[in-house]
C-alpha cells in the first residue's frame, strides 16, 4: 500500500462543473501539498497545509489531520484547469524532518468546453 | 525573482556512460532537492541536500550521486546508465529545511539509448 494515496486516477468533468479530488496519507506529516502538472511537465505548488483550509481563486484545499485526509476542489472548472494533480506530504516522525516529499499517484483532469 | 532553473534541458546518452544535471536554486534558498519521474512510476525522491551536506537519499542505487555547492546550486551525477534511468529529473529548492514550499525547476529530461 502506498503512503499516500489519491482518488480518483482520472477524471473528466465538463466546464462549470465541480472536481473534488481525494487524498489519504499514512505516514506522520509536517505539511501537505497539492501540485499541479502541465503536460510540458512543469510542476506548480498550488497549496501547502498543515491544518484546516486554504482558497486561492477557484480552488480550496481542506485537512482533517485526525483522518489523514485532503481535499482539493476546483469550482466552476475551465479548459485550463485541465492538467495532473498531486498530493504530497512533507514526512515527519517526532521531531525529526525528511525533507523530502512523498507523492500520490496523480490524478488527471480532463475539463471538456 | 528568477525560478528554479536547470541544465540542460535534454540530455541524451548511451548505456553505461555518466550523464550531470545541473541545478540552481532560488536566490536565498539553501536547500536542493532532486526527484525522478519515469515514466507510470510517478515522482521518486532521490537527495535532499541543505547547507552543503546530503541530509536524506531515497531508495536508489549508489551509482546516483550529488553534491551542493557553496552557492548553493547542486548537481546531479548518474553513473553507469541504465535504459531504466530514463526520465524527467526535477529539482526544487526551499528556504529552509523539511515541510517548507518546494519550488520546482523545469526538469532535464533524460533519455539513455
Known amino acids: 500500500k502506498n503512503e499516500v494515496e489519491q482518488s480518483p486516477q482520472n477524471l473528466t468533468a465538463q466546464e462549470g462543473e465541480f472536481i473534488t479530488i481525494n487524498c489519504s496519507y499514512s505516514?506522520?506529516?509536517?505539511?501537505l501539498h497539492w501540485l499541479q502538472q502541465h503536460p510540458g511537465g512543469g510542476i506548480v505548488s498550488l497549496f501547502m497545509l498543515s491544518s484546516g483550509k486554504k482558497k486561492h481563486g477557484r480552488l480550496i484545499a481542506t485537512i482533517n489531520i485526525q483522518e489523514k485526509h485532503s481535499s482539493l476542489h476546483i469550482t466552476a472548472s475551465h479548459p485550463r484547469d485541465s492538467a495532473v494533480y498531486i498530493c504530497?506530504?512533507?514526512?515527519?516522525?517526532?521531531?525529526?524532518?525528511?525533507?523530502?516529499?512523498?507523492f500520490g499517484q496523480g490524478t488527471i483532469l480532463t475539463v471538456h468546453p | 525573482e528568477a525560478g528554479v532553473t536547470q541544465s540542460p534541458t535534454h540530455l541524451i546518452k548511451t548505456r553505461g556512460q555518466q550523464a550531470t544535471l545541473r541545478c540552481s536554486p532560488i536566490s536565498g534558498h539553501t536547500s536542493v532537492y532532486w526527484y525522478q519521474q519515469a515514466l507510470g512510476l510517478g515522482l521518486q525522491f532521490l537527495l535532499w541536500?541543505?547547507?552543503?551536506?546530503?541530509?536524506n537519499r531515497g531508495n536508489f542505487p549508489p551509482r546516483f550521486s550529488g553534491r551542493q555547492f557553496p552557492n548553493y546550486s547542486s548537481e546531479l551525477n548518474v553513473n553507469a546508465l541504465e535504459l531504466e534511468d530514463s526520465a524527467l529529473y526535477l529539482c526544487a529548492s526551499s528556504q529552509g529545511p523539511g515541510g517548507e514550499t518546494q519550488y520546482f525547476g523545469p526538469g532535464t529530461r533524460l533519455l539513455v539509448l
Open positions: 541536500y541543505d547547507e552543503g551536506e546530503e541530509r
Open positions: 504530497a506530504v512533507s514526512e515527519r516522525a517526532g521531531g525529526t524532518s525528511y525533507g523530502k516529499l512523498t
Open positions: 505516514v506522520g506529516i509536517s505539511a
